[in-house]
């Protein structure tokens, strides 16, 4: 059964430095998300992205935030200079077919930590 | 206040009893949707049920929505301890808003 596979599944990173987390959505999926889920809080809605571009974004994806789909299979999210609250899970999800109200498949998420 | 709250925060009984979860959300929908998440791990989409629907099953899941009171019931029949989990709801406008959750321990 074809599912969304996200890499790494742990980074650790200093403050102030910059990373990438990768995620593989399904491969006839049309709509793309990120989520991320503080520590013991409830999962926040970070941006949604169709047809090559942020279609809804959150007001906590600021222009710290950028995603990319680089290819026909990858979309990345990337946080340009971290902060220690950005310390989260965070995690990819895919939606298929014509409309876009439908059930999105989460893949596993990465677990951001800042130090 | 915050979209999307569940009841009860936490809910255990014992194996092979029903567990019944509510959730309440703020706004119009488009439809409504409930997931699964074991301990640090990711969601599992266990059932969506449409605006226009009322009630919606799936195996020994039964989802109902009450659009007038903008809320929503999650029933687990004849549960089992591989059942403990959080569960939450997620409203869904195009992204989805997710609810604080319900974790629900099975005793064996």
């Known amino acids: 059964e074809p599912e969304v596979t996200q890499t790494p599944s742990h980074q650790v990173t200093q403050m102030g430095q910059e990373v990438i987390l990768r995620c593989v959505p399904i491969?006839?999926?049309?709509?793309f998300y990120w989520y991320r889920q503080i520590l013991g809080q409830k999962v926040e809605f970070l941006v949604s992205?169709?047809?090559?571009?942020?279609?809804?974004k959150s007001e906590i994806f600021d222009d710290q935030f950028s995603v990319e789909r680089p290819d026909g299979s990858n979309f990345t999210l990337k946080i340009r200079s971290t902060k220690l609250e950005d310390s989260a899970m965070y995690f990819c999800?895919?939606?298929?077919?014509?409309?876009?109200?439908?059930?999105?498949?989460f893949g596993p998420g990465t677990r951001l930590t800042v130090l | 206040s915050q979209q999307g709250e569940e009841d009860p925060q936490a809910l255990s009984i014992q194996e092979g009893e029903n567990a019944t979860m509510n959730c309440s959300y703020k706004t119009s929908i488009n439809n409504l949707q409930w997931y699964r998440q074991n301990s640090g791990r990711g969601l599992v989409h266990l059932i969506l049920i449409r605006s226009n629907e009322r009630e919606k099953h799936s195996g020994r899941l039964r989802v109902t929505l009450d659009t007038s009171k903008k809320s929503s019931s999650l029933l687990i029949t004849a549960s089992r301890a591989a059942d403990t989990a959080s569960y939450f709801c997620?409203?869904?406008?195009?992204?989805?808003?997710f609810g604080t959750g319900t974790r629900l321990t099975i005793i064996p």
């Open positions: 491969s006839n999926h049309l709509y």
């Open positions: 992205f169709y047809n090559n571009e942020i279609s809804e």
């Open positions: 999800a895919s939606s298929g077919g014509v409309v876009v109200y439908n059930e999105q498949f």
């Open positions: 997620a409203s869904s406008n195009e992204k989805l808003t």
